[in-house]
T-cell receptor, first 112, second 114 residues
């Protein structure tokens, strides 16, 4: 069946460091891929998405490229800020019923 | 409203009691989803509505869980005879028919069963 695997957290970085959070997936067909973010005390927000191979999603300085050959959708940011501290979830939709399949989430802690 | 709303935001109940959780989706969104987020874990799909019908109930963990949606809008998730393992954050999401794979989430209902 479909599944999403993302790196375990917490990930702790200093401000202005480069961020990568790995996400790989298993799916039949051509899923859409998503990153959602959950800031402390808030609900889940869509951060970015990509709907086909080689697409790059980007938002708020974050980027992720849909790599079909490596079945990956790694999240990157060149220079993180304290305000980026949150839990990040990778997810896929296989299009059959639009149910999202979720990774376990990665907690990111940015220290000043 | 501007976004998905859920009520109550917090609910504390005693084991064995029934609870009702409400979700009000974004106006005009045809699809509605319920998920459960347990402490330290990812999201677990519960049920999906397209309009008022639920083509996928595969995620409901037991027959104590049920959900309905009326008028293509508000949805209610009911948990009967609550158990301590039901304690979690229950999240609702909705999406439009044109971008159905993009789901917008409410703030959740935090349920604690004592």
């Amino acid at each position: 069946g479909n599944s999403v695997t993302q790196m375990e957290g917490p990930v702790t970085l200093s401000e202005e460091a480069f961020l990568t959070i790995n996400c790989t997936y298993t799916a039949t067909g051509y899923p859409s891929l998503f990153w959602y973010v959950q800031y402390p005390g808030e609900g889940l927000q869509l951060l970015l998405k990509a709907t086909k191979a080689d697409d790059k999603g980007s938002n708020k300085g974050f980027e992720a490229t849909y790599r079909k050959e490596t079945t990956s959708f790694h999240l990157e940011k060149g220079s993180v800020q304290v305000s980026d501290s949150a839990v990040y979830f990778c997810a896929l939709s296989d299009g059959s019923n639009y149910q999202l399949i979720w990774g376990a989430g990665t907690k990111l802690i940015i220290k000043p | 409203g501007a976004g998905v709303s859920q009520s109550p935001s917090n609910k504390v109940t005693e084991k064995g009691k029934d609870v009702e959780l409400r979700c009000d989706p974004i106006s005009g969104h045809t699809a509605l989803y319920w998920y459960r987020q347990s402490l330290g874990q990812g999201l677990e799909f519960l049920i999906y509505f397209q309009g008022n019908s639920a083509p996928d109930k595969s995620g409901l963990p037991s027959d104590r869980f049920s959900a309905e949606r009326t008028g293509g809008s508000v949805s209610t998730l009911t948990i009967q005879r609550t158990q301590q393992e039901d304690s979690a954050v229950y999240l609702c999401a909705s999406s439009s028919r044109w971008t159905q794979e993009t789901q917008y989430f409410g703030p959740g209902t935090r349920l604690l069963v004592l």
